[in-house]
């Protein structure tokens, strides 16, 4: 499987942010592998070794048999600290290891793709892979990205400063309707919030249905505000060719779901 290389806002946030990316197990996984690669970085001018700033310094060589003994300690020495609970020193501070059940230890042998020349391999940015793929996000996870989603339609809703209505999809614009419609009734039924607001929906009922999160699709007995499913109204907007600013990376879930 090929793995694209971290966009360069996502490689500054894993180097110079770790408290933000570090409840991310594979981004924490790339600064830990790179704070170990970098200590084999050797600087033409020994005093500049103290001022390293490892986001700037990049295309550096090492020798590949050095290289490949360095990956490979670093590798395991991470594995053990993810079978035993032990902390990982990264560019010298302490980290536990959060949500490692979601790794995959293959994937780990993929982080790096740097380019061998003459028997050096070349330090990077864009060999830094993101070998964390689709995630396969659990219910309680599901839910997180839902509630996201719907809290930054709202924002964007109500941001007149900037036109933030005319950003929405047509489906944002529903799940927008359906919080207002749920913040002044009690009522959760969905036939009569059709009826109600049926002149300013843009969407048909089986358009909205194929949106519902998982456990509505189940029950069909909508019960709070997040009626939604974060993924299945992006998909939607894809499959209508409408482009929405708004999305929930994988880090803000972390973020919430562990906070």
Known sequence: MEYEPYKDYELHDILKEPRRIAKNPYKLYADYMLSCIFELYEPEDEDDNADIDPET??????????????????????????????????????????????LDKKKLLSIFNFPVDDGDVIITKYGVLNIEGDHELSLNEKFVQNKLYLEKVIQMAEDDAHDGWDKLTDMEVTMYIWYLWCKKTTSRDYKIFRQECAEDLYTSEADDKACF?????????????????????????????????????????FNQFLS
Not at 76 to 96: K, M, N, P, R, S
């Open 213 to 253: 999160n998982d456990k509505v699709q189940l029950t069909h007995t909508p019960t709070t505000q997040y009626l939604f499913s974060a993924l299945k109204v992006m998909d939607w907007n894809k499959q209508h060719h409408q482009k929405s600013p708004i999305s929930v990376s994988n880090d803000e879930i």
């Open 57 to 102: 310094t990049w295309n550096w060589s090492v020798d590949k048999s050095i290289y490949d003994k360095a990956f490979k300690n670093a590798y395991e020495q991470f594995c053990d600290a993810l079978d035993l609970d032990l902390q990982i020193d990264v560019w010298g501070q302490g980290y536990t290891i959060r949500n490692g059940r979601k």
